[in-house]
Structures are given as C-alpha cells and as structure tokens.
C-alpha cells in the first residue's frame, strides 16, 4: 500500500519548511515501527503552502505480536509448599494477568516463570487516521501560533488535509479541519482539485503549475537563469543559502532580470550586493571580471514574464540602495577614527563594560603577542587595528542594524578613506575572520594578531564573569571563538604557548578589576574549552580520534608542535613495529600503574639483565631528548622502540613483585622511568592497536 499525506496552509516562512519536513518524516518513521506496521520508504515534499508526506510499501496490516516475558526463578515464585510467594505475585501484576496463568519454563539456567503474550495486528487502515493526526499535533516549529478561535498552534493557519491510503480517504479531522482527496494548485496559476489516486495527484499538482519537490525546484532555478538571465560576457551571482532559501518561497519559479540606476555603483559593491541578497532575496548580476553591473534577477512565484512584478521590485530595490548610498556619504564626513569615542557608551557586556574597555584589554594582550612571535616591527599597526576594528559598529552603514553582515569590510573602507594604512584597514577586515566554520582565514599580522586577541578577551572576560556554555547556550559563539583561534595559530603557524596567553588575558582581565571568579579556576576551564577545540580541529583534519586524543592528552599548549606530534604518532601507526611499540608500552604501563616514584637505586638491581635495562633506559632519556629538541618525532618513537628486546627480556626472567619491598618498588620505579619516556609526547595507552 501507500499513504499520502498534505498539509496545506497559508505561505510557511522558508527557513521552516526543510527542518519541518525532516521531522515530520523521523517522527513518522518512528511511529510505525512503534506500531509494528512496516513500510519500505517514506518521501518527503513541499512548498511554501505545502508539507507533503509519502509512504512506499506500506504492510496492510501490523505485525503480530508474540513474545515470552521471564521472570524470576521458579525457586523464587513459589515457596517449598507450593504457593506462590511475594515475588510471583509481584511479576504477574506487572504483566496485568493472574497467577493462574503464568507459565514455567526450562532453560539453560533452570526454570523460571513467565508471561507469553500474543496480540493479532490490527489492519492498518484502522491506525492510520489517528497516527496522522498525532502527527499533525506533535509538528513543532520555533515560532507557533495560534489562529483564530483555534486552539491548534501552527506557523501558519492549516487550510486543507489531503490524506489517501491508496485510493481510500483517510479520515480525522482536527478542530473542524476534516481530511479529504482535495487539494489545491498554485495561489496564482492553478486551481483547486480533487484526486481519486496518489497517482493522480502527483500528476494534477504538477498540472496546476505546483513543483511539489524542493531539489527540482532548486534547480530549475539555477537552469532558468542560465538559459533567460545570463550572457556571454555576464553571469549571476548565485548565494548557495540564498539560492535554498528562494527555492522555498516559491511553488513554481520564473526568474525575471531587472535593473537600477547606474550611479548607485559609486557605492562599494559588497554593499550593493548584500542589498540585494539579504534585504529582497535578489541575485547580483557580475561582469565577467566579476564587477556588479546595475542588473539584478528576482525569482517569482509565477510561471511567466510580468513587467509590474519587474517593476515593482525595481522600485523596491531603488529605495533600498538610495538608504545605502544616504549611509555611505555620511559616514564619509567624518574620519573612521572619530567613532572610537562612541564605543565608550557602547556595552559589550555588563560585567566586562563597554567595547572600548574590551579594546584597550585586547591591545594590552596584542602587545604581548606580537613581542612571543618576533614580530616587534608591526607592534604599531596591530595596536591602531585594535583600535579601529569595532569603530564601524557605530556608523550609520553598521549602526543602523541594515547592513550587520558588513561590519569589518566597511570598517577596512572607511579606513582607506580616512588615510589608514593599507595594512591597518586590511587587518580591521580579517580580524572577523573565520566569520563560521570553513571561512578564509586572516593572512595578514594585523589581522592575525587582532583576531586573537580580541576572541580571547572575549573567551576569558566571559568565563571570568560566569558566563559559560552549556548545551545549546552559547549567546557570546564562544565555542566559536576558541575554534577561530585555533584555527588562526594552526594556519598562521605560530609557535606560541596557549597557556601563556590565556594567563595574559586573565591577568588584563585582574587588573582591570573586572575578573569576578578565581583566576587559577578560571584559566583551568578555558584551556579545557580550548582542548575540546583542539581534538575538534584536528580530528576534523583527517587524523584519528586515538592518535589526536593520545597527543592532546599530553600537550596542547603550543598547538603547532602539537600538530607536528600528530602527523608524527599517525605516521607511525602506519608502520609495522607501531603494534610492538603499543604492546611494549601497556606492557610496561600495566605493571606499574598506580605505583608512585621514578627515582631508581642502582645498588638494588641485582640481575644482569635489570642492570642492563638501567643503563639502556639512561641512553634512550639522553638520545630521546636529543629527538625531541629537533622535533624528530619519527626519531623519537624509533629510540623508545629500540628498547623493546631488553625489556621482553627483562620480563621473562624478573619478578617484579619480589617479596622484598624495597628490591619491588624500586623494580616499579625503573618501569615509571621507562614509562616516563614512552609517553613524553603521547599517551600510548589510549591508542588502539592496529588490526
């Protein structure tokens, strides 16, 4: 059999309809596995007046249900004299039957009461009705309402329920909305319609001007602009979210290509494209060198031409580029830096003050930074990028919360203008860099060292007044802070000590009387947060979540080195003695675990071969060292390695408990030694072995 379901309602905003169809089809999986009825597939569509479920291969009845239910020994259930005890009494009550009929079983173990159950599946026309209701009922959203006298929340007022189990109606209704085998056709160029079939509707939906399926829409899209909106010395400009978003505005789309006035390119074109994209879902038009030409496409809801609806959006547009344009020349009547007085009335946060105090505390941290990495000679840029990189925020472009996604690349344009340093305006730009994840990275010092510092006054000014992440909340993107800063110190290569700046910026934070909790506490959870974000990176790169967790539980403070480690262990995993290097290692970590000191008394080693493994345990530390100052990781995996025929040896002719205390432990302290070494730049124990 097979089962369609439509929900038809007034236009659903878009960024509801994908997560909205996603759910409804998990909850509706999971509700006929609970029922016990099977099903081959469920397929999902929709529009904006439409949430549209199909199920293929639909069991015309439930399963039956047949199970055996044990309970305790029959020892337990019934006493010596045969009457049943307390236990049995117990188990047949929970299963809502008598005494009378429970049963003994033989197994393996010996006997034990129990309960079969046996339940006749029901047809599956008879459950249908309520489970689509339930369905309806449980459709969440993260805005509903109600409408009307109706007591059913909803995003949007429910019209119509079209509901078939093949050619049948399946038959509820919800607060005076009964299901039925009518449905209705696109707003504009369709009709309302009736099916006797599923067959049918699929074909009278398309008939009546309605592409019910999203991926079709979206890329009929993409081919109609290609064939009527571009040429050959043009093309669009298409937003992939932009583009998901337009695919669930419309139920048929046409695009059509409309125009501005020229004199609005004085305006910089990142502003007239963002315009357009986020404020009236338009695409840009490029040239072929990738300059705006004063041309945009807008995707109706139709399926023809319509000069009123080109010029309507026109018009539209114009407005909102002319508010730009008015922006743009007032925010060139004065100097970028002019704005840094406004941010002392701006607050960043209530504990942590305004953004210019955040400034001032990152630039004291940025001035430490830039001293770590050598790079003294750009100390002057970096500083007048701190103070400049939030100035935007309170310009009219920024500050009038029209263009927020610009914040940073307007910054860097009004720098220019005001006679900044090409470098100065290109870090104010980059310091927003990774803006979310897989985004450019900052290339520039300016920009490097502002990113970081300003992320992790953020972090710790945050952690240092209590407000940290839990779960889902998140309001300061934290957790995205600390991923942009690994991420910038990995691409930027910079050999710093994590550690080291974290205390910087809590000491800023101290002296600036704003750290509310413990510093001790306080720099102990921001590197945790810090190591959590590191295991995400770099397992994230490829590596294997047991060889980056065996690295990162040892060191994560200098995160290039780290890295270095990592591609070192992965490397090594792929070689042949890697398994003997792992087995050694447990070997000698499983004895010694536990077991406290690492001092060995050479007077009491009393065989030749423990004597031995003394003086090759001193030779590998020394050239162990001499690997790890050349970061030879590789060559310091192979000196532990080269341990491994003395100490198999040693295990087969020393106990190491010996009944005398003192020869026993300090038997365990050479093993710690030993261990000591092995796991100097990862923890062995926590990789798996190599099958």
């Known amino acids: 059999m097979r089962l369609l379901f439509e929900i038809g309602m007034e236009e659903l905003p878009a960024r509801f309809l994908v997560q909205t169809l996603k759910e409804m089809k998990e909850n509706l999986e999971g509700k ?316 960043f946060q209530k504990d942590l003050g305004t953004i210019y105090n955040k400034i001032e505390r990152a630039q004291k941290v940025a001035d430490y930074l830039v001293d770590a990495i050598g790079m003294e000679e750009r100390k002057e840029n970096v500083l007048r990028t701190l103070l400049l990189a939030k100035a935007d925020l309170v310009s009219n472009m920024i500050g009038e919360k029209e263009f927020t996604k610009l914040q940073g690349f307007m910054g860097a344009d009004y720098a220019i203008r005001s006679g900044e340093d090409e470098l100065v305006a290109k870090g104010i730009e980059e310091h927003y860099y990774p803006r979310y994840q897989g985004d450019v990275l900052p290339k520039g010092i300016e920009g490097i060292v502002a990113g970081i510092c300003d992320r992790l006054d953020t972090l710790c000014g945050c952690f240092g007044v209590g407000i940290i992440p839990s779960g889902s909340k998140d309001p300061f993107a934290l957790r995205r802070s600390a991923l942009g800063i690994v991420n910038i110190i990995l691409d930027a290569n910079l050999n710093i000590s994590l550690e080291a700046l974290v205390e910087k910026a809590l000491d800023t934070l101290e002296e600036t009387g704003v750290l509310k909790r413990d510093k001790a506490e306080v720099k102990k959870e921001v590197m945790e947060f810090f190591k959590q974000r590191a295991l995400n990176v770099f397992t994230d790169m490829g590596y294997a979540k047991d060889v980056v967790s065996a690295v990162v539980d040892k060191n994560y403070n200098n995160l290039v080195d780290t890295l270095l480690r990592i591609k070192a262990v992965d490397e090594f995993t792929k070689m042949d003695d890697f398994n003997n290097l792992v087995a050694l290692m447990k070997r000698v970590g499983n004895i010694s675990k536990g077991f406290e000191g690492d001092v060995v008394n050479a007077e009491l080693l009393k065989e030749d071969v423990e004597k031995e493994l003394f003086e090759k345990s001193n030779e590998v530390a020394h050239n162990a060292e001499i690997k790890l100052s050349e970061k030879d990781y590789i060559g310091y995996l192979n000196v532990i390695l080269s341990t491994e025929d003395v100490i198999n040896r040693y295990f087969e002719s020393i106990m190491v408990m010996d009944k005398d205390e003192a020869i026993k432990n300090n038997r365990l302290s050479q093993l710690n030694y030993i261990s000591g070494i092995f796991n100097k730049i990862v923890n062995l124990a926590l990789i798996e072995e190599k099958k």
Not at 217 to 236: A, T
Not at 287 to 311: A, H, M, T, Y
Request: hydrophobic letters at 40%.
């Open 32 to 347: 006929l596995k609970d029922k016990r009825i099977k099903f081959e597939d469920i397929k999902t569509f929709g529009t904006p007046r439409r949430l549209v479920v199909l199920v293929e291969g639909l069991a015309e009845k439930q399963e039956d249900l047949d199970i055996l239910n044990m309970g305790p020994a029959k020892h337990v259930a019934f006493g010596e004299n045969g009457e049943i005890s307390r236990a049995g009494l117990g188990f047949a009550k929970s299963q809502g039957v008598e005494a009378t009929d429970l049963e003994i079983i033989e197994t393996p173990k010996g006997e034990y009461i129990s309960v079969r159950k046996f339940m006749k599946g029901e047809e599956t026309k008879t459950l249908v009705p309520e489970l689509l209701k339930e369905l309806v009922l449980e459709i969440n959203f993260q805005r509903s309402m109600r409408w009307g006298v109706k007591k059913l929340k909803f995003a949007r007022p429910i019209q119509w329920f079209l509901a078939l189990l093949d050619s049948d109606v399946v038959e509820f209704e919800i607060e005076g909305i009964k299901s039925g085998r009518a449905s209705r056709g696109h707003r504009f160029f369709g009709e309302n319609f009736e099916v006797a079939t599923i067959d049918e509707y699929f074909e009278k939906i398309r008939a009546n001007n309605v592409i019910i399926d999203i991926e079709e829409r979206k890329n009929l899209i993409k081919k109609l602009i290609k064939e009527n909106c571009e040429s050959s010395n043009e093309h669009v400009l298409i937003d992939e979210d932009l583009l998901k978003e337009v695919t669930n505005l419309v139920e048929y789309p046409y695009p059509i290509v409309g125009t501005f006035n020229s004199d609005f390119l004085e305006v910089p074109q990142d502003v007239l494209i963002i315009s357009m994209q986020v404020h009236q879902r338009y695409f840009p038009i490029l040239d072929s060198e990738g300059k705006l030409l004063p041309k945009f496409v807008v995707v109706r809801n139709g399926i023809e031409n319509s000069d009123e609806v080109r010029k309507g959006n026109e018009k539209v547009l114009s407005a909102r580029l002319a508010d730009a344009r008015f922006f743009y020349h007032e925010d060139l009547k004065k100097s970028l830096v002019e704005n840094v007085e406004k941010l002392k009335n701006v607050v």
